[in-house]
């Protein structure tokens, strides 16, 4: 086009953006491929043989967030702790259905649930720091995997990916509970970092905390996701929208006879879509605040 | 709109002679109780002061009772604590342990486990005496000899550091085991790395206690064959005596010399239990998690 | 802190002034087509407004996105809903350059006269100018320059009401006169590029005083 060629564009010219940040944004986003990491069919969780979860199935990708949302009781807790077999510590409940990871079926015979936790770490809502120096936390679980040598270093590394190095280096044989709440908890995350897991599970991880801890939490899981898979459940769909790739709606179904209250997958689908088209009418009641 | 003054006085005037009368009722039971402690501690101490020296430290009884000691029986009492302490911790802490961390309650046999150390407890220590006679110092024929008092006051507190130390390891939070757990740490490695370590100030401060009670035990040390006069120090597998047996055997003297030198040896005996006391209170002080 | 949403909102404003530099690309063709009475540059203008459009959705959708996942407030809402009126007016403003090549397409083979030419030149010009200062005051959040915006656009108004009179002395000659009203459609357009670019700078006036209100211009 000569005459259109000619009025050639001039440099786009924005205060503050730095043009690299927003074209490596442009190619992740446009080059961002779903592998399949976990891939769940037909799970159903009862305790004492009371269905507490039925009939989930999806996909959970790898380097993505995803988040389980809905309202309480719709078992997403239950759901989380299935993908590190933390169900396998109460005797009363039972596991139906597959999940596989990386293909393989994590509730096989030959799988040891401790492997299992090895691999797939998680942080729960309360922080809970060991009782002991911030350093003996996050070298806790190098110690039990026999991982003796370098633990300075992984102690370090850990640290820093959780953005805490900089606020303990100069304290760390004193006790995690002098941190703040917010830092307890990014000691918790560097605690799971330690042993290089695949996933981070994360069990409402921001919900005790203040809003600027929240913002530093949510901030992290973004840094995070570039090395590991992030799975969160979390009552404040305010943030699976702000912080999820993808997100998965359950809701409770209600069967008046029996008695009975079970969790049920509804929606999962890319974040965008479920806060601003979502298809299933359970769920937009939900996300617009009409729910109950 | 404002409220008259009158609405928030108080309304009722019987309510306000009620709770002084209690406060006075409660001031009272204080006041009966240590007047009490402070007369018996006042009057052992005015008859035996003069009677603590060396002598009654260090030499073994004679007839004579400027003489006397009690050294035999106090080096017999401390080495049955010695020895209990080493018996009683791992037995209580290991059954603790079961009962808290592995046993899985729904079983019988567990059920069971729990009801007996609850009435153990309870059962007077005489009973242990004649148990202790009938079955270890007959029955195996280890005979009256220092080793078998130990074991039996060794049964005789288990309950009670059983108890304590479950107490001790229910207070660690679960969401410490929880966080262990997702860290890829076996059950073994939960218990022996965190929940033990966190529990120690608890069972340690239950085990001086538990030991703090036995020290003043005398029946069922004098039904295993702590003998009143001996003369010789105690050991293993040998004759023994305890301090509470001695004073016993002082204060069935004729001699009036004689009950002042079992009040000086009570003093001694309620400074040992007041020293284990005070130290364990201020292990629980120093080291008491506030979860 | 919320480094992502600092960027999905810098992505943002960069498609919109990127759109902007479409659509002045779009006006300089409109204005050479007409002046050269070229119908293949006017093709192109027309198909260029593809690329406009593609911005204009894009920016939608971003938007859509944004308000649903992270709840913007204060400064970032109105920012965002300056956006959401900016892009508008500039898909308008596209639009009516495509009204102007269809027109140039139209009456390519009249005599064309000269003084309207010129003024044409003249008024396009000065809607280029405030097109550029409309996206550079709202790119610098300059509420002063974007007060200028109503009287750069006096000179466009007046030479929009002159337009008239001058169809009206061409005579009575069939091809000049349908060539006269086109032209007065086409000045119209510039007229509206002009006020288009108006509202932008009270869409920096808003974003960076957090009133709404209109500029007061002659017209009123």
Same mark, same amino acid.
């Given at each position: 086009?000569?005459?259109?060629?000619?009025?050639? @564009?001039?440099?786009?010219?924005? @205060?503050?953006?730095?043009?690299?940040?927003?074209?490596?944004?442009?190619?992740?986003?446009?080059?961002?491929?779903?592998?399949?990491?976990?891939?769940?069919?037909?799970?159903?969780?009862?305790?004492?043989?009371?269905?507490?979860?039925?009939?989930?199935?999806?996909?959970?990708?790898? =380097?993505?967030?995803?988040?389980?949302?809905?309202?309480?009781?719709?078992?997403?807790?239950?759901? !989380?702790?299935?993908?590190?077999?933390?169900?396998?510590?109460?005797?009363? @409940? @039972?596991?139906?259905? $597959?999940?596989?990871?990386?293909?393989?079926?994590?509730?096989?015979?030959?799988?040891?649930?401790?492997?299992?936790?090895?691999?797939?770490?998680?942080?729960?809502?309360?922080?809970?720091?060991?009782?002991?120096?911030?350093?003996? =936390?996050?070298?806790?679980?190098?110690?039990?995997?026999?991982?003796?040598? =370098?633990?300075?270093?992984?102690?370090?590394?850990?640290?820093?990916?959780?953005?805490?190095?900089?606020?303990?280096?100069?304290?760390?044989?004193?006790?995690?509970?002098?941190?703040?709440?917010?830092?307890?908890?990014?000691?918790?995350?560097?605690?799971?970092?330690?042993?290089?897991?695949?996933?981070?599970?994360?069990?409402?991880?921001?919900?005790?905390?203040?809003? !600027?801890?929240?913002?530093?939490?949510?901030?992290?899981?973004?840094?995070?996701?570039?090395?590991?898979?992030?799975?969160?459940? $979390?009552?404040?769909?305010?943030?699976?929208?702000?912080?999820?790739?993808?997100?998965?709606?359950?809701?409770?179904?209600?069967?008046?006879?029996?008695?009975?209250?079970?969790?049920?997958?509804?929606?999962?689908?890319?974040?965008?879509?479920?806060? $601003?088209?979502?298809?299933?009418?359970?769920?937009?009641?939900?996300?617009?605040?009409?729910?109950? | 709109?404002?409220?008259?003054?009158?609405?928030?006085?108080?309304?009722?005037?019987?309510?306000?002679?009620?709770?002084?009368?209690?406060?006075?009722?409660?001031? %009272?039971?204080?006041?009966?109780?240590?007047?009490?402690?402070?007369?018996?501690?006042?009057?052992?101490?005015?008859? &035996?002061?003069?009677?603590?020296?060396?002598?009654?430290?260090?030499?073994?009884?004679?007839?004579?009772?400027?003489?006397?000691?009690?050294?035999?029986?106090?080096?017999?009492?401390?080495?049955?604590?010695?020895?209990?302490?080493?018996?009683?911790?791992?037995?209580?802490?290991?059954?603790?342990?079961?009962?808290?961390?592995?046993?899985?309650?729904?079983?019988?046999?567990?059920?069971?486990?729990?009801?007996?150390?609850?009435?153990?407890?309870?059962?007077?220590?005489?009973?242990?005496?004649?148990?202790?006679?009938?079955?270890?110092? *007959? &029955?195996?024929?280890?005979?009256?000899?220092?080793?078998? &008092?130990?074991?039996?006051?060794?049964?005789?507190?288990?309950?009670?550091?059983? %108890?304590?130390?479950?107490?001790?390891?229910?207070?660690?939070?679960?969401?410490?085991?929880?966080?262990?757990?997702?860290?890829?740490?076996?059950?073994?490695?939960?218990?022996?790395?965190?929940?033990?370590?966190?529990?120690?100030?608890?069972?340690?401060?239950?085990?001086?206690?538990?030991?703090?009670?036995?020290? &003043?035990?005398?029946?069922?040390?004098?039904?295993?064959?702590?003998?009143?006069?001996?003369?010789?120090?105690?050991?293993?597998?040998?004759?023994?005596?305890?301090?509470?047996?001695?004073?016993?055997?002082?204060?069935?003297?004729?001699?009036?010399?004689?009950?002042?030198?079992?009040?000086?040896?009570?003093?001694?005996?309620?400074?040992?239990?007041?020293?284990?006391?005070?130290?364990?209170?201020?292990? *629980?002080? *120093?080291?008491?998690?506030?979860? | 802190?919320?480094?992502?949403?600092?960027?999905?909102?810098?992505?943002?404003?960069?498609?919109?002034?990127?759109?902007?530099?479409?659509?002045?690309?779009?006006?300089?063709?409109?204005?050479?087509?007409?002046?050269?009475?070229?119908?293949?540059?006017?093709?192109?203008?027309?198909?260029?407004?593809?690329?406009?459009?593609?911005? +204009?959705?894009?920016?939608?959708?971003?938007?859509?996105?944004?308000?649903?996942?992270?709840?913007?407030?204060?400064?970032?809402?109105?920012?965002?809903?300056?956006?959401?009126?900016?892009?508008?007016?500039?898909?308008?403003?596209?639009? +009516?350059?495509?009204?102007?090549?269809?027109?140039?397409?139209?009456?390519?083979?009249?005599?064309?006269?000269?003084?309207?030419?010129?003024?044409?030149?003249?008024?396009?010009?000065?809607?280029?100018?405030?097109?550029?200062?409309?996206?550079?005051?709202?790119?610098?959040?300059?509420?002063?320059?974007?007060?200028?915006?109503?009287?750069?656009?006096?000179?466009?108004?007046?030479?929009?009401?002159?337009?008239?009179?001058?169809?009206?002395?061409?005579?009575?000659?069939?091809?000049?006169?349908?060539?006269?009203?086109?032209?007065?459609?086409?000045?119209?357009?510039?007229?509206?590029?002009?006020?288009?670019?108006?509202?932008?700078?009270?869409?920096?006036? +808003?974003?960076?005083?957090?009133?709404?209100?209109?500029?007061?211009?002659?017209?009123?």
């Amino acid at each position: 086009m000569p005459d259109m060629e000619s009025a050639a @564009a001039a440099p786009v010219r924005i @205060a503050g953006v730095d043009e690299r940040v927003l074209a490596e944004r442009e190619e992740r986003v446009s080059s961002h491929r779903r592998d399949v990491l976990f891939d769940v069919e037909n799970l159903r969780v009862s305790y004492a043989g009371v269905p507490a979860l039925k009939d989930v199935s999806l996909e959970i990708y790898k =380097n993505f967030i995803t988040a389980f949302i809905g309202p309480s009781g719709c078992g997403k807790s239950t759901f !989380i702790r299935c993908f590190n077999r933390m169900n396998d510590l109460i005797p009363t @409940a @039972a596991v139906e259905g $597959t999940i596989r990871y990386h293909g393989a079926d994590l509730y096989g015979p030959e799988v040891d649930p401790v492997e299992v936790r090895k691999r797939i770490g998680m942080v729960f809502q309360k922080p809970n720091p060991f009782p002991k120096s911030i350093y003996d =936390n996050v070298a806790f679980g190098p110690r039990v995997l026999g991982w003796k040598k =370098n633990l300075d270093e992984r102690v370090e590394r850990a640290l820093r990916q959780a953005a805490l190095w900089d606020e303990v280096k100069k304290r760390l044989k004193a006790s995690a509970y002098s941190l703040s709440g917010g830092q307890q908890q990014r000691l918790c995350i560097a605690r799971c970092l330690a042993v290089e897991p695949d996933v981070l599970l994360m069990d409402e991880p921001a919900s005790a905390l203040d809003p !600027i801890s929240t913002t530093a939490i949510e901030d992290l899981m973004h840094e995070l996701k570039r090395d590991y898979t992030i799975v969160i459940v $979390t009552h404040n769909m305010q943030q699976a929208a702000r912080v999820a790739d993808m997100t998965a709606f359950f809701s409770v179904d209600v069967d008046e006879e029996h008695d009975r209250r079970t969790g049920i997958l509804v929606e999962y689908d890319t974040t965008p879509t479920i806060f $601003t088209q979502p298809s299933d009418k359970r769920c937009e009641d939900y996300v617009t605040g009409r729910f109950g | 709109m404002s409220v008259p003054a009158d609405t928030l006085a108080r309304s009722s005037q019987g309510d306000r002679i009620r709770g002084t009368a209690f406060y006075a009722l409660l001031l %009272v039971s204080i006041t009966i109780g240590f007047l009490l402690l402070g007369v018996l501690l006042v009057d052992v101490v005015r008859k &035996g002061i003069g009677y603590v020296d060396p002598t009654l430290l260090g030499e073994p009884n004679s007839s004579d009772p400027n003489e006397a000691g009690a050294g035999p029986a106090i080096r017999g009492t401390i080495y049955m604590m010695l020895l209990l302490l080493v018996m009683v911790v791992p037995l209580g802490v290991g059954t603790a342990l079961y009962l808290e961390e592995y046993a899985n309650r729904d079983r019988w046999y567990n059920r069971l486990l729990e009801i007996n150390i609850q009435n153990l407890a309870a059962v007077p220590s005489i009973v242990y005496g004649i148990l202790g006679l009938a079955f270890i110092v *007959r &029955g195996i024929g280890l005979g009256r000899v220092l080793l078998a &008092g130990a074991v039996i006051l060794t049964l005789l507190v288990l309950p009670t550091v059983i %108890v304590a130390s479950r107490e001790a390891i229910r207070a660690v939070p679960d969401s410490i085991r929880q966080g262990a757990y997702a860290l890829g740490a076996t059950q073994w490695q939960v218990v022996w790395r965190q929940v033990l370590p966190a529990a120690i100030p608890g069972i340690a401060t239950g085990s001086i206690l538990a030991l703090a009670r036995a020290i &003043g035990e005398t029946a069922p040390l004098l039904l295993v064959g702590a003998l009143t006069f001996v003369s010789v120090n105690p050991t293993l597998l040998g004759s023994f005596t305890a301090l509470p047996v001695q004073i016993y055997q002082w204060i069935g003297r004729p001699q009036e010399d004689f009950r002042l030198l079992a009040a000086a040896g009570i003093i001694v005996l309620l400074a040992i239990l007041l020293t284990m006391n005070a130290f364990a209170i201020w292990l *629980r002080n *120093r080291y008491q998690r506030r979860w | 802190m919320r480094v992502t949403f600092q960027e999905e909102l810098d992505q943002l404003e960069a498609t919109l002034q990127e759109e902007g530099e479409l659509v002045l690309r779009a006006l300089r063709g409109s204005l050479n087509a007409l002046a050269q009475q070229d119908v293949e540059l006017a093709d192109e203008v027309i198909a260029f407004d593809d690329e406009v459009d593609d911005h +204009y959705l894009g920016i939608e959708e971003g938007i859509q996105s944004l308000l649903a996942r992270q709840t913007p407030v204060a400064v970032d809402l109105r920012l965002v809903l300056a956006v959401l009126h900016v892009n508008l007016h500039l898909e308008r403003m596209a639009d +009516y350059c495509v009204t102007i090549a269809k027109l140039t397409k139209l009456v390519h083979d009249s005599p064309a006269d000269e003084t309207l030419m010129e003024a044409f030149e003249e008024m396009g010009g000065r809607a280029e100018q405030m097109i550029r200062v409309a996206l550079d005051s709202f790119a610098e959040r300059d509420l002063e320059s974007a007060e200028t915006l109503p009287e750069l656009d006096e000179l466009i108004d007046r030479a929009n009401r002159r337009v008239v009179g001058h169809v009206l002395s061409l005579g009575s000659d069939q091809e000049k006169l349908e060539w006269g009203l086109r032209m007065i459609v086409v000045s119209r357009c510039l007229e509206r590029i002009g006020d288009h670019a108006v509202d932008i700078g009270e869409q920096t006036a +808003y974003f960076v005083t957090g009133e709404f209100r209109e500029f007061t211009d002659a017209s009123h």
